[in-house]
């Protein structure tokens, strides 16, 4: 206990003299740690804005059209499809899902939006968080999600205009926005929901499409009547419903076009900043070991033990990281609350947890080397005495 609190106070009183260095030091690892949670909280936003409706489908299972890869927009199913996977015993729901874009230009300034068709009551209907849902139908109403209203001033009770691009023209189409969900982002867009009917009316299509007026879905959102038997239900479908293929939410989420370059690029980004931080405090503890080897040679003379100097340089490296992992951890709570929607910016709580953790511990592994050859200072070679 002696030890401890000996070496507490060292570490200490050496800070307290020296601030000015211990600061600056400080100050570099609260940049460090600005860097990685930024990097965090973009790479959650990014991954948020491509998956987020899909990861929050009530559904085990995303049913596409065979040999399409798992990609949503290569999928487009037969409108019969709907039916045969009801039938399919062990299925407790099903629920068609059509996408396209459009684009607001109500506004000042024109919002381009995922446009979603879902069937009321059915898996890959949100949850309506104000309003109601919309009627089925060739209904011209509309429910947006919470990006939405916050890009825009678009309330329930509001009507919004369209803009589609059919064949070489375009075309303007009014809704009536009957409801507001929670965050949908669907291809890095907000979104807004419409009855199936009303997107096959007022979807952008090409001329060739524009004499049908079947809606043909892109893919089927299966809830299960025993989400454990994903596996098995998928090879089910697969074997009762033709010409399809079946993939868990994961996987539809991986198969995202982009999703998984994107993500493996913003965690190399992570990584590589971890190791500068690693580094730089490594450096910096190596200069401050080697300015002060006449100390610790005094320090050794006159008794003290190696562990209560290697205890002493440990103390003052996880002192200084915390005190820049503080400092960081407020800049980045400052920063966060100035930047707009527009930016993809979510600070996840486990992400960011995990990210301070490895911030903590990046102070002495990047001090391990210092450390070390503090304990291996001989008191007669530092005092030039052998």
């Known amino acids: 206990m002696k030890t401890i609190f000996l070496a507490t106070y060292l570490a200490i009183k ?39 409706y899909v990861d929050g489908l ?33 299925v407790a729901d099903a629920g068609a899902i059509y996408t396209s874009n459009t684009e607001i230009v109500s506004l000042e300034e024109p919002l381009k939006v995922s446009m979603l ?44 205009e369209i803009r589609s691009t059919q064949g070489t023209e375009d075309k303007f189409y009014t ?18 929901f419409v009855p199936s009917a009303t997107w096959e009316k007022i979807r952008p299509q090409s001329e060739s499409d524009m004499g049908s007026d079947t809606p043909y879905p892109n893919i089927i959102a299966v809830k299960l009547q025993d989400p454990a038997q994903i596996e098995a239900m998928s090879a089910l479908l697969t074997e009762r419903v033709a010409n399809i293929e079946v993939a868990d939410i994961d996987t539809t989420i991986s198969n995202i076009p982009g999703y998984s370059a994107q993500q493996g690029t913003v965690q190399t980004q992570a ?15 190596q200069i401050q070991i080697l300015q002060k ?16 100097v290697g205890l002493s340089a440990v103390i003052q490296i996880i002192v200084v990281t915390a005190m820049g992992v503080g400092i960081g951890g407020g800049l980045t709570y400052l920063f966060s609350l100035g930047f707009p929607p527009t930016i993809p910016l979510v600070f996840n709580g486990v992400n960011s947890l995990i990210a301070v953790v490895l911030l903590l511990l990046i102070g002495p592994v990047g001090g391990l080397v210092s450390i070390v050859y503090a304990v291996r200072i001989e008191p007669l070679k530092a005092l030039r005495l052998g």
């Open 271 to 285: 990584v590589f900043t971890l190791l500068i931080g690693i580094l730089v405090i490594g450096g910096f503890f």
């Open 58 to 90: 009530d559904a085990q299972l995303i049913v596409f059209l065979e040999k399409s890869d798992y990609i949503i927009p290569s999928s487009r199913l037969d409108t019969n499809t709907i039916r045969a996977v009801r039938r399919v015993e062990g």
């Open 117 to 160: 068709a879902v069937e009321p009551g059915k898996p890959g209907m949100p949850e309506i968080l104000e309003g109601r849902e919309f009627r089925s139908g060739e209904a011209r109403e509309a429910v947006i999600d919470r990006n939405v209203a916050l890009r825009s001033d678009i309330k329930v009770g509001d009507t919004i």
């Open 175 to 192: 809704l009536e926005v009957v409801g507001l969900t929670s965050g949908q982002s669907y291809s890095f867009q907000p979104t807004i």
């Open 293 to 308: 080897v006449p100390q610790i040679g005094v320090l050794k003379a006159i008794g003290s033990a190696n562990g209560m």
């Open 14 to 52: 050496e800070i307290v003299r020296n601030r000015g260095r211990f600061l600056l030091v400080s100050l570099v690892i609260a940049l460090i740690t600005l860097l990685v949670l930024f990097i965090a909280a973009l790479g959650e936003g990014l991954g948020n804005g491509n998956r987020q």
